[in-house]
């Protein structure tokens, strides 16, 4: 990859818009290269700093219930509208889909990639609903740790970014894929983030997924497995995942 | 209360500039897209954002038309500056207040993109979709978005002495 070409795409890299073959072909350029190197953290750091320090100008109170007045059946309108419209082809649709997914069911099991997924979210969810988070309460990697080796087969490794803006919260123990787990609980603003670690030889396939408005990022790294999981945006959890990833190899 | 009328306000806020003419430029575009409702195709919030952009050009264009000059496209190409150093750091020493006053002081083409991916987070095919351009023309604004950004962070920052 020619160094203008790189320059052009450094910007879709770093909002996650490239191709994965693309994305490849950057990758190796920028290892190569410390001064891109250098750029694409500046980007980073760059839209790091708006997403942390530029207002968002929320509607105020009184001015969305006085909009809401002002549309008549705002709430009701839209629904009813679509539902004469679309549920002829809708319903077809539906049936079509049932039958692909009859269809899918018996010929294709799921992946055990995609079973793990679905359990990872699964638990993070639940963790959410629960309003339990952690079991351990602690910012610090050194509480937070050693209260984890005390009741896992391994021991796994605690990052403190607070300086990145990811601040740990805490831990707690999980069961997924058959085997019990570790679980760092981050925060970035109002999101929590999960961080499943357990050991695996196992390499995933798919670094990013996005289910159900949540996303996940994945990675294995010396022996240990990775899944963050949040409804965080996808570039900020991104960046969590290669500052864990960097942490993890020190 | 009415779907994304944060982000409808938030766009609206950071176009126009003050919160008194948002709410003046959401409250019309709203009303509009309700009487539309029927041209929905696909996701919402592109749509309903793009009749917000809409109504903002055209608000600008009675009540400022100076302001306009932002969305033109002929706005002249500064050379790349060779040396990209210390900006990072600016940008982490930067206060919250600067930063948001560097970027309300952007052209509004580029003003608007960098709001719609980092504060809205919207795939480039969404930007283009609310923006009415082709999705490279959205990458080339958001690099030079960034890229001004950037520049506008140094100089206040060499001013200041950071």
């Keep these: 990859m ?25 990758e190796a350029h920028l290892a190569e290269n410390p001064a891109a190197r250098a750029a694409c953290e500046r980007l ?28 008549p059946g705002a709430q009701e309108r839209p629904r009813r509208l ?3 419209r679309w549920l002829v082809p809708a319903a077809a649709l539906a049936g079509v889909a049932l039958l692909a997914w009859i269809a899918a069911a018996l010929l294709v099991r799921p992946g055990a990639d995609d079973r793990l997924a679905a359990e990872v979210l699964d638990a993070h969810v639940r963790a959410t609903l629960a309003g339990r988070p952690f079991d351990v309460a602690s910012a610090d990697q050194h509480t937070v740790k050693p209260w984890l080796s005390a009741r896992l087969p391994f021991s796994p490794p605690v990052a403190d970014l607070s300086a990145q803006g990811f601040e740990l919260s805490g831990g707690r123990l999980d069961y997924v894929g058959g085997q019990r787990v570790a ?22 396939a798919e670094p990013r997924l996005a289910r159900d408005g949540f996303n996940i990022e994945r990675f294995a790294r010396d022996g240990m497995e990775f899944w963050l999981v949040s409804d965080l945006n996808r570039n900020e959890l991104g ?3 290669r500052l864990l990833e960097e942490h993890s190899a020190l | 209360m009415l779907p994304h009328l944060d982000a409808a306000y938030n766009l609206a806020r950071w176009i126009t500039r003050n919160d008194h003419d948002a709410q003046d430029v959401v409250q019309e575009a709203v009303l509009r897209a309700y009487r539309f409702l ?9 749509w309903l954002l793009a009749i917000v952009r809409n109504s903002c050009l055209t608000w600008l264009q009675v009540n400022r038309p100076a302001d ?19 900006e990072a750091q600016a940008m982490r020493a930067f206060d919250r207040r600067m930063l948001n006053e560097a970027i309300a002081a952007l052209p509004a083409q580029f003003r608007e993109v960098l709001v719609l991916r980092e504060l809205e987070d919207m795939s480039y095919k969404e930007i283009a979709r609310v923006a009415d351009v082709p999705i490279g023309t959205v990458m080339s604004r958001l690099a030079r978005a960034r890229r001004l950004l950037g520049e506008s962070v140094r100089a206040v920052s060499n001013a200041a002495g950071i």
């Design chain 1, 2 to 26: 020619t160094r203008d070409e790189a320059q052009r795409l450094l910007h879709a890299y770093v909002d996650g818009e490239l191709d994965p073959a693309k994305a490849l072909e950057l």
């Design chain 2, 38 to 46: 029927d041209g929905l195709r696909g996701e919402a919030k592109p």
């Design chain 1, 44 to 71: 980073r750091g760059m839209s790091a700093a708006i997403r942390t320090k530029v207002d968002y100008h929320v509607a105020p109170a009184a001015f969305a219930e006085r909009l809401s007045a002002s549309v």
């Design chain 2, 68 to 86: 306009l000059a932002g969305f033109d496209d002929r706005i002249v190409e500064a050379p790349a500056p060779e040396d990209e150093g210390p």
């Design chain 1, 82 to 84: 679509m539902l004469a």
């Design chain 1, 183 to 204: 679980v760092l609980a981050y925060k970035r603003r109002q999101h929590l983030i999960d961080v499943f670690v357990w050991p695996s030889a196992a390499r995933p």
């Design chain 1, 239 to 241: 960046d969590l995942a």
